[in-house]
Each structure stands twice: as structure tokens, then as C-alpha cells.
């Protein structure tokens, strides 16, 4: 069984490699061959699948600090974001330890605007880091009262603070213990995707406890070190050019996090794909497949990625740029991206669906008779795919960029089983769903249920509506947490951090937690016997408790299915 990495096995395996002093660490030499075999296997896998959006309750959970129960963050820069905005999070900078708190004008706009906040801790060496200084900083972004991620010293595999790495795990420890004593930071491990290649991630990790996500640089390079005549090897070695694509680039990392099964929630802490070199811009036709890429085809491979940060910002001194602020058509990419309700549109929301295999997708309820579909498609230097989409085997509909969406109107279709084929670039695919009604299940025939009996709420004699039906769990009946709440005259707030719904009224509060066993009433616990959760896109609480705890007299009459609520 593979272990995780701790800090004796960690600490062991450098004092054995290491004969020299610390600052003379010497990193193993790799074995190049295997490693070009690594990554050329890596580059060449091709991927052909058909997507549909379900419900979040498919999304992968950690359990991690500041870790929305499904969805993505989706952010820039903060000083680049105005023509993006409303966006789930920015980017900002602290640098070293010279900087006291956040520079106008991103502090402002985190202040005002409902965002998470990606911190990025620069520090240029780890002599300097004053533990002092670092708790005066948190102290101050503390008073903002907003989620924020601490990405501390971070690209350490390709820069000076990486070269002891048993000095760098023990910063990174010692600061982590700082920002675990603040409730609404979450603590940052990341790495360039990449990276030195005689420098593995291994050698830097600090330990599931110091770490709260796992984030990674990663930079779509449209040119390796900016040379338009790179070799075979350091395209494939670094992933660039007919290779860069943010779907290949994550492999490396995430592979890592498999071998040492490293169970966290992942995020591009900053990244982008290259639009502008010291040659002049990028053909859009490089660049508009590999945008779609990193925003699109990341969170349908990829559900653990639950954080995508881009670095809009254009500074002609380098050789290689990213902005897409100036390009219209990365904009509009962008915004087409940032529209999806698999992203969070601020700190607070919840996603509408998460993506998810459409064999694995369950129960899709069409919406205005259509069901969305989408393709994840990618074939080595084949940049311009057309997914063609079939239904019984005639010819429906083609899209040709990325994610390649169908809206499949089911509506004249009958119930029972059927085909769908996607085909592309001499590939293809073939699917049985089956139909039923206003909906369609993609794998397996679905059993037969009868339709459960409709349950009724009815609060002071009016009967309530919702739009999530009530449902019937452990003989206890859940309703939407939101209208009932209302409902029954109370304020209502939820904190995303906690996963937590504040309800008050008059004299009282309570705080139910999701998938917790017990509410807290004015500060005391009572016993749920059946805890609130989500189903589809709501979070449901049981009627009888909620409402007992405002204060109503609540029934059940069984002939009618109702649940009768006097305030």
C-alpha cells in the first residue's frame, strides 16, 4: 500500500541523499530516458469522452479548509478584473517580508466585493522569513473577514528557496501553523507544474497536516524559454508548444498526489496560456483551443481541480506574456467560460452541476425539452476538432471548439432505449441511454420506481410551494432550507467557509451544518435525527426540528402527506 509523505520518511530520505552541508543539497540525477518515456506517454494519451452536467452531489469532497462542497472558484488578478467581474476570486501579491498587508487597489476590491482571495507569498529567501512579521500580516488580512488562501513561498522547485529542501518543508511548517490559528485562511502547497525536472515534488511536500490544498503554477508555453526552435525533447520534457495544453501539464502534479495518495482539493493558483511573445502575439489559433482548454476541459477532467486563477496582466519587459485583457477574443472566451454553473460566481454561491462522465451522470431532467452535452476531445497536435454527434444512427449536430456542446432535444424521441455516437478525427464513441419521460440515463436501463406520493407542507393553513419538492428520508421530511426559513419569518445567512446555514429570528439563532447530526440552538446543541444535506442544487433541513426550534407547533397528517406547521 502506498504511504503518504511524513515528515520522518521525508526527513530520512534527505539526510541519506544529502552528504554535503544543507546548502549544498545534491538532487539525484534522473534517469532521462524513463522520464522522456514518462512524459511523451503523457503527452500522447488522447482523450475522447462524452460529458453531461450533474447533480453536485457527484462532486469529489476533502473536507479541506475553505473547500466548496462542489464547484470551482474562477479569478485574475484584481487590479486586471474589471471588465470580468463579477468573478469568485483575485489574485494578489505580498512580497517577502517588506510588505505589511495588501496594496491598493485589490485590497479595496476584496473588501467590497463577495470574493476568495489567492495570496501569493513571494519570498525570495528563507533566512528572511520572520515569523513575527508573518503573523502581523495575517493579523491584518484577518480583519478583512474574507476567505483567503495563503500560497507561501511557492515555485520553490525552480527557484533559490528550493535549494535546501529540508530548510524550505520546515518554513513552510512553521508559517502553516500560523495560518491554521486564523479560521478563515486555508494554507497553500504550490509548486510550478513542471518545474525543474531533477527536482520532484517529493522532495518539497511538507506533510497532509501543513497542507490544506495543493496548488500549481501552470502556464500553457507557446515557445520553451521563449526559443521558437525548440527541440523534440524540451517540448515534451516541459510541454510546450503542440503539447501545451493545461489537461497534459496538471498530469505530473496530480500523478504525484496519486503515488502518495495525497487526498486534497487542487487549484491553478495562477496560470494562463501564452498570447504574446518578444516575436509579437500568438496566432489565435493557437491560443483559443489551449484558453478553452484550461477553463473548460481542467473541471471535466479534473473535479478535484476546484480553483482556477488567471495571470491577466501584460508586461512587455518579458519574453513571454499571458494577458488576455486587449484580445477579444480571449475575453470573450474568458467570459463564455465564467458564465458556466460549474464555477462559482462569487464566494458565497453554489454550483448548479458539476461534470461528470455522461455513463456516470445518472438521472439528466431535460430543461425547455433540452439536455446539455458536451465532449472532452484531445488528440495529439490535432488542435482543430469537429465532434460530430449522432442519435440511432442519424447525423445530429457538429461543434468545433472546445467543449463541443450539444443541446440534445429529447422531446421527440420515444421512451425506452436509444444510441448516441461522437465521432471525430477518425475516432468514435457509442453510448445506450435510455428515456423516460422529461429525462434521459446514459449506461445501465434505470429500474422502474413508482412515483413517491407528493409531500405536502402546510404552514397556518396555506399550503407552501417549492421548487425542490419535499422529500422523505428516515421517516423525517426535508424541505428547502432557504424557503422555509423565509417562510417561517427568519433571517437567513449561509457561510460558504463552514458550509453552514444562520437562521434568526426574534431572540433566536440557529446553525445547521451540512451532513452534520445536531443543529445549535442559541449556542446549544440538539440531536438531528436526520442531518441537513444537499439534494439536486438545494440544502435540505428537516421540517419538524426547524420549526419546532422558531418556535411552531408542528403535525403530521398521514392520510394527506402533510406536514402541518402552526406559528
Same mark, same amino acid.
Given at each position: 500500500?502506498?504511504?503518504?509523505?511524513?515528515?520522518?520518511?521525508?526527513?530520512?530520505?534527505?539526510?541519506?541523499?544529502?552528504?554535503?552541508?544543507?546548502?549544498?543539497?545534491?538532487?539525484?540525477?534522473?534517469?532521462?530516458?524513463?522520464?522522456?518515456?514518462?512524459?511523451?506517454?503523457? !503527452?500522447?494519451?488522447?482523450?475522447?469522452?462524452?460529458? *453531461?452536467? &450533474?447533480?453536485?452531489?457527484?462532486?469529489?469532497?476533502?473536507?479541506? $479548509?475553505?473547500?466548496?462542497?462542489?464547484?470551482?472558484?474562477?479569478?485574475?488578478? *484584481?487590479?486586471?478584473?474589471?471588465?470580468?467581474?463579477?468573478?469568485?476570486?483575485?489574485?494578489?501579491?505580498?512580497?517577502?517580508?517588506?510588505?505589511?498587508?495588501?496594496?491598493?487597489?485589490?485590497?479595496?476590491?476584496?473588501?467590497?466585493?463577495? !470574493?476568495?482571495?489567492?495570496?501569493?507569498?513571494?519570498?525570495?529567501?528563507?533566512?528572511?522569513?520572520?515569523?513575527?512579521?508573518?503573523?502581523?500580516?495575517?493579523?491584518?488580512?484577518?480583519?478583512?473577514?474574507?476567505?483567503? +488562501?495563503?500560497?507561501?513561498?511557492?515555485?520553490?522547485?525552480?527557484?533559490?528557496?528550493?535549494?535546501?529542501?529540508?530548510?524550505?518543508?520546515?518554513?513552510?511548517?512553521?508559517?502553516?501553523?500560523? @495560518?491554521?490559528?486564523?479560521?478563515? +485562511?486555508?494554507?497553500?502547497?504550490?509548486?510550478?507544474?513542471?518545474?525543474?525536472?531533477?527536482?520532484?515534488?517529493?522532495?518539497?511536500?511538507?506533510?497532509?497536516?501543513?497542507?490544506?490544498?495543493?496548488?500549481?503554477?501552470?502556464?500553457?508555453? $507557446?515557445?520553451?524559454?521563449?526559443?521558437?526552435?525548440?527541440?523534440?525533447?524540451?517540448?515534451?520534457?516541459?510541454?510546450?508548444?503542440?503539447?501545451?495544453? *493545461?489537461?497534459?501539464?496538471?498530469?505530473?502534479?496530480?500523478? +504525484?498526489?496519486?503515488?502518495?495518495?495525497?487526498?486534497?482539493?487542487?487549484?491553478?493558483?495562477?496560470?494562463?496560456?501564452?498570447?504574446?511573445?518578444?516575436?509579437?502575439?500568438?496566432?489565435?489559433?493557437?491560443?483559443?483551443?489551449?484558453?478553452?482548454?484550461?477553463?473548460?476541459? @481542467?473541471?471535466?477532467?479534473?473535479?478535484?481541480?476546484?480553483?482556477?486563477?488567471?495571470?491577466?496582466?501584460?508586461?512587455?519587459?518579458?519574453?513571454?506574456?499571458?494577458?488576455?485583457?486587449?484580445?477579444?477574443?480571449?475575453?470573450?472566451?474568458?467570459?463564455?467560460?465564467?458564465?458556466?454553473?460549474?464555477?462559482?460566481?462569487?464566494?458565497?454561491?453554489?454550483?448548479?452541476? !458539476?461534470?461528470?462522465?455522461?455513463?456516470?451522470?445518472?438521472? %439528466?431532467?431535460?430543461?425547455?425539452?433540452?439536455?446539455?452535452?458536451?465532449?472532452?476531445?484531445?488528440?495529439?497536435?490535432?488542435?482543430?476538432?469537429?465532434?460530430?454527434?449522432?442519435?440511432?444512427?442519424?447525423?445530429?449536430?457538429?461543434?468545433?471548439?472546445?467543449?463541443?456542446?450539444?443541446?440534445?432535444?429529447?422531446?421527440?424521441?420515444?421512451?425506452?432505449?436509444?444510441? %448516441?455516437?461522437?465521432?471525430?478525427?477518425?475516432?468514435?464513441?457509442?453510448?445506450?441511454?435510455?428515456? $423516460?419521460?422529461?429525462?434521459?440515463? +446514459?449506461? &445501465?436501463?434505470?429500474?422502474?420506481?413508482?412515483?413517491?406520493?407528493?409531500?405536502?407542507?402546510?404552514?397556518?393553513?396555506?399550503? %407552501?410551494?417549492?421548487?425542490?419538492?419535499?422529500?422523505?428520508?428516515?421517516?423525517?421530511?426535508?424541505?428547502?432550507?432557504?424557503?422555509?426559513?423565509?417562510?417561517?419569518? &427568519?433571517?437567513?445567512?449561509?457561510?460558504?467557509?463552514?458550509?453552514? *446555514?444562520?437562521?434568526?429570528?426574534?431572540?433566536?439563532?440557529?446553525?445547521?451544518?451540512?451532513?452534520?447530526?445536531?443543529?445549535?440552538?442559541?449556542?446549544?446543541?440538539?440531536?438531528?435525527?436526520?442531518?441537513?444535506?444537499?439534494?439536486?442544487?438545494?440544502?435540505?433541513?428537516?421540517? $419538524?426540528?426547524?420549526?419546532?426550534?422558531?418556535?411552531?407547533? !408542528?403535525?403530521?397528517?398521514?392520510?394527506?402527506?402533510?406536514? @402541518?406547521?402552526?406559528?
Amino acid at each position: 500500500m502506498k504511504k503518504k509523505i511524513i515528515a520522518a520518511t521525508l526527513l530520512l530520505s534527505i539526510t541519506l541523499l544529502c552528504a554535503a552541508p544543507a546548502f549544498a543539497f545534491s538532487f539525484p540525477e534522473p534517469d532521462w530516458g524513463a522520464l522522456l518515456r514518462e512524459k511523451e506517454n503523457m !503527452v500522447n494519451e488522447t482523450d475522447f469522452e462524452l460529458y *453531461a452536467e &450533474a447533480s453536485p452531489d457527484h462532486a469529489p469532497y476533502y473536507g479541506a $479548509r475553505l473547500e466548496p462542497r462542489s464547484g470551482a472558484y474562477l479569478g485574475m488578478i *484584481a487590479e486586471t478584473s474589471d471588465e470580468f467581474r463579477p468573478l469568485s476570486s483575485y489574485l494578489t501579491y505580498i512580497d517577502n517580508m517588506n510588505q505589511p498587508d495588501l496594496y491598493y487597489p485589490a485590497n479595496q476590491m476584496i473588501k467590497d466585493d463577495d !470574493v476568495a482571495t489567492m495570496v501569493g507569498w513571494t519570498i525570495h529567501s528563507l533566512d528572511m522569513v520572520d515569523i513575527n512579521h508573518v503573523r502581523n500580516v495575517l493579523n491584518t488580512l484577518s480583519s478583512y473577514n474574507k476567505p483567503m +488562501f495563503i500560497r507561501f513561498a511557492n515555485e520553490m522547485n525552480t527557484s533559490g528557496i528550493g535549494d535546501d529542501p529540508t530548510k524550505y518543508v520546515d518554513t513552510f511548517r512553521a508559517v502553516a501553523n500560523v @495560518v491554521h490559528e486564523y479560521p478563515n +485562511f486555508a494554507m497553500v502547497w504550490s509548486p510550478i507544474d513542471l518545474g525543474s525536472l531533477d527536482r520532484p515534488f517529493k522532495y518539497y511536500y511538507p506533510g497532509d497536516e501543513y497542507v490544506d490544498w495543493v496548488g500549481v503554477s501552470c502556464y500553457s508555453l $507557446r515557445y520553451f524559454q521563449g526559443n521558437p526552435n525548440t527541440t523534440y525533447k524540451d517540448s515534451v520534457y516541459f510541454m510546450t508548444g503542440d503539447y501545451a495544453w *493545461a489537461t497534459n501539464r496538471l498530469k505530473p502534479i496530480l500523478k +504525484f498526489m496519486s503515488d502518495y495518495n495525497i487526498q486534497k482539493p487542487v487549484m491553478i493558483s495562477e496560470g494562463g496560456v501564452t498570447t504574446a511573445t518578444n516575436h509579437g502575439p500568438v496566432d489565435e489559433s493557437w491560443v483559443a483551443p489551449r484558453l478553452r482548454n484550461m477553463l473548460w476541459s @481542467v473541471i471535466m477532467k479534473y473535479p478535484q481541480i476546484k480553483m482556477i486563477n488567471y495571470f491577466n496582466i501584460d508586461r512587455p519587459d518579458e519574453a513571454v506574456r499571458y494577458p488576455i485583457s486587449g484580445y477579444s477574443y480571449a475575453s470573450n472566451i474568458f467570459k463564455e467560460a465564467a458564465q458556466c454553473d460549474a464555477y462559482l460566481h462569487s464566494a458565497s454561491d453554489t454550483a448548479d452541476f !458539476v461534470f461528470r462522465p455522461a455513463n456516470n451522470a445518472g438521472t %439528466l431532467a431535460a430543461k425547455n425539452g433540452l439536455v446539455r452535452l458536451y465532449t472532452l476531445a484531445y488528440m495529439p497536435k490535432n488542435p482543430n476538432i469537429t465532434v460530430n454527434y449522432y442519435i440511432d444512427g442519424t447525423w445530429k449536430h457538429s461543434a468545433n471548439q472546445i467543449p463541443y456542446i450539444y443541446n440534445f432535444d429529447i422531446s421527440a424521441l420515444t421512451d425506452g432505449a436509444h444510441t %448516441l455516437k461522437i465521432s471525430a478525427s477518425g475516432s468514435e464513441k457509442s453510448y445506450t441511454f435510455y428515456k $423516460r419521460g422529461g429525462a434521459i440515463q +446514459f449506461g &445501465a436501463e434505470p429500474a422502474y420506481v413508482p412515483a413517491a406520493p407528493t409531500i405536502n407542507v402546510n404552514l397556518n393553513g396555506r399550503k %407552501l410551494t417549492f421548487d425542490q419538492p419535499p422529500v422523505m428520508e428516515s421517516d423525517r421530511v426535508l424541505v428547502p432550507m432557504r424557503k422555509i426559513f423565509e417562510e417561517l419569518g &427568519a433571517n437567513v445567512y449561509w457561510d460558504n467557509a463552514s458550509q453552514t *446555514a444562520i437562521a434568526e429570528k426574534g431572540s433566536r439563532t440557529i446553525l445547521i451544518k451540512i451532513n452534520a447530526s445536531y443543529m445549535i440552538i442559541n449556542g446549544d446543541r440538539e440531536s438531528l435525527d436526520v442531518p441537513a444535506r444537499l439534494i439536486g442544487d438545494r440544502t435540505m433541513v428537516p421540517a $419538524r426540528a426547524v420549526s419546532e426550534a422558531l418556535g411552531c407547533y !408542528v403535525t403530521w397528517d398521514d392520510a394527506t402527506q402533510t406536514v @402541518v406547521i402552526i406559528d
